[in-house]
């Protein structure tokens, strides 16, 4: 048990994912979703939504098999990534500090771990700024993404995912529960949205899906009608809906690797002191899409690997619970 102060989180920042082709992903990312691109060569893309004002919130990197290289957080001081490093090591999980210059491109000192949970995360302060693009409305295209929203992670024990992000300061916007309180999924939050980190029950470490948010529906619609119109349906996994869990409009897709995200608008402000956490039963149908549509099955089993810090797999435990077992209606899944 660590007994060293947790760093000080500001929010879900970016995530640097392997793609094993570039071109592919470039089309998907860039041309399909509307994300800029801030830097490229022959080994990555970096990338930002418009309305970012930092380097980049995800980096695609080229790599033989698809997976998450890590996720990353920014914390509020330089001080607070060498909190982190104190509170990783307190823990007794594998540590490692990445000098600027030495890990991903525009991002200053920081410092990677194996969190509890068997994730690769990065904490880290500096980066470089970058051009306002929010009033280039000349530049928009496709799902026209404004920012990085969230990460939600596949984890076998949900409990113990919620203990450790609530020892690092996050706040729970949102759960789903069964009848003796058992957690199913949990919403949790540093910035003032419902969410930073959600999880899915479900084998892990693997990465369930990037949240990217737009500002409004007709962007999340526009995009599901660009991929029909290109008969690239079938990257359309989920959706378009509205979710029960965090009210937003919400749309899965699946990248050319099978990387999932969510293209995701209007959820609520999360930012007052008492703000209390919503719970849902596990047998309300409206939980997960708000006109109780099915979730198709894939969405709760398939997820993208894991590294760790030496760039190996991470090794996955299956789930203690199975939510997708639950008779829910509308599912079909009972
Ligand atoms: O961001 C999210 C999600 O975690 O992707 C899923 C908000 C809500 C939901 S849910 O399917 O529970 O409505
Ligand atoms: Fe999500
Ligand atoms: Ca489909």
Redesign the pocket.
């Known amino acids: 048990m660590s007994t060293s102060a947790a760093p000080d989180v500001v929010r879900s920042a970016y995530a640097q994912i392997v793609v094993t082709d570039l071109v592919k992903a470039r089309w998907f990312w860039v041309d399909m979703l509307g994300f800029h691109v801030q830097y490229e060569d022959e080994q990555s893309l970096y990338l930002r939504g418009t309305d970012e004002l930092t380097h980049h919130s995800l980096v695609l990197r080229l790599g033989g098999t698809a997976a998450l290289d890590h996720i990353a957080y920014r914390v509020r001081t330089p001080e607070d990534v060498d909190r982190a490093e104190k509170f990783f090591a307190g823990l007794g999980r594998p540590v490692r500090r990445v000098p600027a210059g030495e890990g991903t491109r525009g991002v200053g000192d920081a410092v990677r771990v194996i969190d509890p949970l068997g994730f690769p995360v990065e904490f880290f302060h500096e980066i470089e700024r970058a051009e306002r693009l929010i009033q280039r409305y000349d530049l928009r295209h496709g799902a026209e993404v404004a920012r990085m929203d ?1 990460f ?1 992670l596949c984890t076998p024990d949900i409990p113990a995912a919620y203990a450790h992000y609530k020892s690092l300061g996050f706040g729970c916007s949102e759960t ?1 529960e069964g009848d003796e309180h058992e957690l199913y ?1 949990a ?1 949790m939050y540093r910035k003032q949205t ?2 930073d980190v ?1 999880f ?1 029950g479900g084998a892990g470490p693997r990465l369930h ?1 990037l ?1 990217v948010a737009t500002h409004e529906s007709h962007q999340v619609l526009r995009c599901a009608d660009i991929f029909g119109s290109l008969r690239k349906e079938h990257h359309i996994e989920r959706g378009p809906g509205r ?4 009210n ?1 409009f ?1 749309l899965y897709l699946r990248d050319p690797d099978g990387h999932r995200v ?1 293209i ?1 608008t209007s959820d609520y402000y999360t930012g007052d002191p008492d703000h209390e956490t919503y719970r849902w039963s596990v047998h309300d149908d409206r ?3 708000f006109w109780g549509n099915a979730v198709i099955e894939s969405w709760y089993k398939e997820a993208t690997p894991v590294l760790g810090l030496d760039g190996g797999p991470q090794p996955v435990s299956n789930a203690l619970l199975d939510e997708s077992a639950i008779q829910v209606g509308a599912d079909g899944l009972g």
């Open positions: 969230h939600n789903i999924a919403w419902v969410h959600a899915t899906h949240g979710h029960g869990v965090s937003a919400y969510e995701y939980r997960r899409d």
